[in-house]
C-alpha cells in the first residue's frame, strides 16, 4: 500500500528519518474605472488594456508561485533526503540527517518560515491548478508544525527510527552505475552511528506496540547491510581503499543498529516491568486534528465513523441475500441458520476452503496480473502503460510486521524505476497460521487484492500520479485519495464484469468492502472509545467475518498507527459520489474511461481538490472558456 509508505515516510521524516470552492478572481475593470474617478462604462480598448494587465499580474502572480514552490521542495528534501530519495531525488542521497533536537529545530523553522511566505498569496487570485497546490501546501506546513509541537512521535515511536529504506533504494534502483551508488552508500554509512545516537536521545516515553515494531524492523534493517552487499562490494570496481573504507563504516553501521535494538529491547524490559509505556491510544482531541490533515475530507471522523456503522449494517443485508442465493448451492438439503450472520459467515468458510498453498501463494498473485491487464484492456477501462515494470517479490525483512500486501513505486524524479508489489512470506508460517491466512486469503478474494493493489488499482494509480504536471500534488500525497482509487477500483471491476458476475465472487467482494468499512469503525473505536483487544476481535471476526490470523494482523496494525486505516472508505466514498456527480452533469457525455484518466491526471491530491478542478473544467466546457 503505496498510501503506507507515503504515511510511513512522512512521519519518518518529521522524526528525522533517513526515511470551500474559492470563486474565480473578480474583474479588475470597475476597480481601475472607480480609482479614476470614472464610473462609466471602458471603451473596448481600456476593457483590453485592462484584462491585458490582469492577465500580466495573473502571470506574475502564477510564476511567483511557482518559484517559491520550487524553491520550498529543494529545500524540504535536504532536510529529508530519505523522503527524497523515495521519490527518485538522488542528488541528496549521501546525506542523512541526525535527528536530534537541533534538526527539528530546522524542520520547525522551514515549516514557519515557508508558511508565512505562502501567506501572501491570495487564493482567490490563483488558477484552480495552483490553488489546490497552495491548499496542500499549507495542509503539509500546518501538520508539520502540528506534529513536532503537539504529536511529538519522535519521542514515542521508537519505528519512526529506521535508516534502512533509503540505503535498500541507493543499492537496488539503477538510477546511476553500481559503482557510484556503492560509493554513496558508504559515504551515508558515516552518519549512521550518529543518527541512532540522536533516536536513543529523542526517545523519551515509548508507546508499547511501536516499541516492539521497532525493534523487529531494526533487525530487519540488517539484512540490507548483510553478505549480499559484501558479496556486490567485493564484485564491484570499487579501489582497494574504497573497499576496506567501506567495510570500516559496514561495520559501525551494523553496531549502531544493533545497540539500537538493545536499547529498545532493555527500554521495553524495564517499562514493561514498571507498566510506565505511553498510551498507544492517541484519544479523540488528537484524533480529529490527525484525521483533518491527513484525510482532508468534509466531515469529522467521528462523522465517518458514524457513518461507518450505517454501512455495515447495509453490506451485511446485500451479504445475506446473496448468502440464501448460494445456500442451496453447497448446502443442499440443509436448513440455513435464523441468525443472518451466522449465515453468512458458513458460506464464506464454505467459499473459502478454495485457496493456494503457502508455497504457491506468491506465484498465484503473478499470474493474476497479465489477467487483470486483459481485461482493463477488454473492456476499456483506462489507458494501461505497458512499458512500466511491475516486480511481485516477497516483502523485505525491515518493512515486515505491518501489512499484508503493499505497494512500493517508483517517485516523479525516477519514474522509470521498478515498481514493487510486496507479498507476506507466507510459506515462513506455521502451518495453522498459513490455513488461516490462506482461508482468508481465498482463491476469490485474492482476485480483489491484486485489484486493489496492482491493477488497476494502486499500481496503475500511482504511474498516472507520476506523470501529472504537479509536482506538489505527487509528493504531498494524500492517503485517502490513494487507498480510496484501490477501494473503487474493486467495485469498477465487478460492475464491468470481472468474474463474469459470478455470485461467490460478489459475496467475497462484500466480504472485502466490510473490511473497509470496519477499519474505520476499528480505528476510530481503538483510539477515542478506547476498545479493548477482546472486543476488537469480535467485532473483526463476528461481524466482518474475518479469519483469526488476519484479525490479530489487523489489531495489530490499528495500535501501531492513527486515522490512516479510515482513509480507505472516506477516499472511496468520495469518489464514488464524486463519479455520480459527474454523471449526473453530462448525462449521455459521460465517458467512465475519460472520468477515470482524467480523474487519475491530478496525481495524488485530496478527493475534494479533484471534485473542484474536474467540475471547474466541466463548466468552463459548457460555458464555451
Given amino acids: 500500500m503505496r498510501h503506507l509508505m507515503i504515511a510511513l515516510l512522512s512521519a519518518c521524516a518529521l522524526s528525522g528519518c533517513g526515511e470551500k470552492n474559492t470563486q474565480p478572481a473578480p474583474t479588475t475593470t470597475g476597480k481601475h474605472a472607480a480609482e479614476s474617478g470614472d464610473a462609466s462604462t471602458p471603451s473596448s480598448g481600456e476593457a483590453a488594456s485592462n484584462r491585458e494587465a490582469a492577465d500580466n499580474k495573473g502571470s506574475r502572480t502564477e510564476r511567483e508561485f511557482q518559484q517559491l514552490s520550487n524553491q520550498m521542495v529543494e529545500r524540504m528534501w535536504r532536510l529529508f533526503p530519505s523522503w527524497a530519495i523515495s521519490n527518485g531525488y538522488y542528488q541528496v542521497a549521501e546525506q542523512l540527517q541526525a535527528p536530534d533536537q537541533n534538526y527539528r529545530q530546522k524542520v520547525l523553522s522551514f515549516a514557519r518560515d515557508y508558511r508565512n511566505q505562502f501567506s501572501r498569496f491570495r487564493p482567490e487570485a490563483l488558477s484552480d491548478n ?9 495542509n503539509f506546513l500546518d501538520e508539520t508544525i502540528w506534529k513536532l509541537t503537539v504529536f511529538k512521535p ?3 515511536d521508537p519505528a519512526n527510527y529506521n535508516v534502512s529504506h533509503g540505503f535498500a533504494l541507493i543499492l537496488n534502483t539503477d538510477y546511476a552505475p553500481l559503482d557510484d551508488r556503492l560509493r554513496t552508500f558508504s559515504n551515508r554509512m558515516q552518519m549512521v552511528p550518529s543518527y541512532y545516537s540522536a533516536a536513543e536521545q529523542s526517545l523519551q516515553n515509548p508507546a508499547s506496540p511501536q516499541l516492539m515494531l521497532g525493534i523487529q524492523q531494526n533487525e530487519g534493517a540488517l539484512s540490507v547491510f548483510g553478505e549480499d ?4 562490494l567485493a564484485a564491484s570496481g570499487l579501489t582497494d581503499k574504497e573497499k576496506e573504507l567501506f567495510n570500516t563504516r559496514l561495520a559501525a553501521t551494523r553496531t549502531a543498529i544493533n545497540e539500537y535494538v538493545a536499547h529498545l529491547q532493555t527500554l521495553h524490559a524495564s517499562m514493561e516491568k514498571a507498566d510506565s509505556f505511553h498510551d498507544f491510544r492517541i484519544g479523540e482531541k488528537l484524533y480529529e486534528e490527525k484525521f483533518r490533515y491527513d484525510i482532508q475530507i468534509s466531515m ?9 456503522l450505517r454501512e455495515k449494517d447495509r453490506l451485511h443485508l446485500k451479504m445475506d441475500e446473496l448468502a440464501d442465493k448460494l445456500w442451496p448451492k453447497y448446502f443442499e438439503g440443509q436448513k440455513p441458520p435464523e441468525d443472518i450472520l451466522e449465515k453468512i459467515s458458513q458460506v464464506l468458510e464454505k467459499l473459502s476452503e478454495h485457496h493456494a498453498t503457502k508455497e504457491d501463494f506468491k ?3 503473478e499470474e493474476q496480473i497479465p489477467e487483470l491487464v486483459e481485461f482493463v484492456n477488454d473492456k476499456n477501462l483506462l489507458t494501461l502503460d505497458p512499458e512500466k515494470p511491475l516486480v511481485v517479490r516477497t516483502t523485505p525483512p525491515y518493512m515486515r510486521g505491518f501489512s499484508v500486501a503493499s505497494i512500493n513505486a517508483p517517485g516523479p524524479y525516477d519514474k522509470d524505476a521498478n515498481t514493487y508489489y510486496n507479498v507476506m512470506p507466507v510459506e515462513e508460517l506455521p502451518d495453522d497460521r498459513a490455513e488461516s491466512f490462506l482461508r482468508e486469503y481465498n482463491t476469490y478474494l485474492m482476485q480483489i487484492l491484486n485489484i486493489h493493489e496492482a491493477i488497476p488499482g494502486h499500481y496503475t494509480q500511482l504511474i498516472y500520479a507520476n506523470k501529472s504536471p504537479s509536482l506538489i500534488k505527487n509528493i504531498l500525497g494524500n492517503g485517502a485519495m490513494i487507498e480510496g482509487w484501490a477501494v473503487y477500483t474493486e467495485r469498477m471491476m465487478l460492475e464491468a464484469g470481472y468474474g463474469d458476475f459470478s455470485p461467490e465472487l460478489w459475496m467475497m467482494y462484500y466480504k472485502w468492502n466490510l473490511r473497509t468499512v470496519v477499519n474505520t469503525i476499528l480505528d476510530y473505536s481503538i483510539q477515542v472509545k478506547g476498545i479493548s483487544e477482546e472486543q476488537a476481535m469480535d467485532l473483526m471476526m463476528k461481524q466482518a467475518f474475518q479469519q483469526k490470523t488476519e484479525a490479530m494482523g489487523k489489531w495489530r496494525r490499528a495500535t501501531l498507527s492513527q486515522v490512516q486505516l ?6 472511496y466514498m468520495d469518489i464514488m459520489a464524486l463519479r455520480e456527480e459527474i454523471k449526473e452533469k453530462l448525462g449521455d457525455q459521460f465517458d467512465l474511461k ?3 484518466e482524467k480523474f487519475l491526471s491530478y ?4 478527493v475534494p481538490v479533484i471534485r473542484e478542478l474536474m467540475l471547474a473544467e466541466i463548466n468552463n466546457s459548457s460555458n464555451g472558456q
Fill in 363 to 365: 506465484a498465484s498473485v
Fill in 154 to 156: 519522535h519521542e514515542w
Fill in 594 to 596: 475519460q472520468f477515470h
Fill in 229 to 232: 552487499l559484501e558479496e556486490t
Fill in 566 to 571: 479510515t482513509s480507505y472508505f472516506a477516499g
Fill in 603 to 606: 496525481g495524488n491530491s485530496p
Fill in 300 to 308: 469529522t471522523g467521528k462523522e465517518l465513523y458514524e457513518r461507518a
Fill in 130 to 138: 495552483t490553488r489546490t497546490d497552495l491548499a496542500l501546501i499549507n
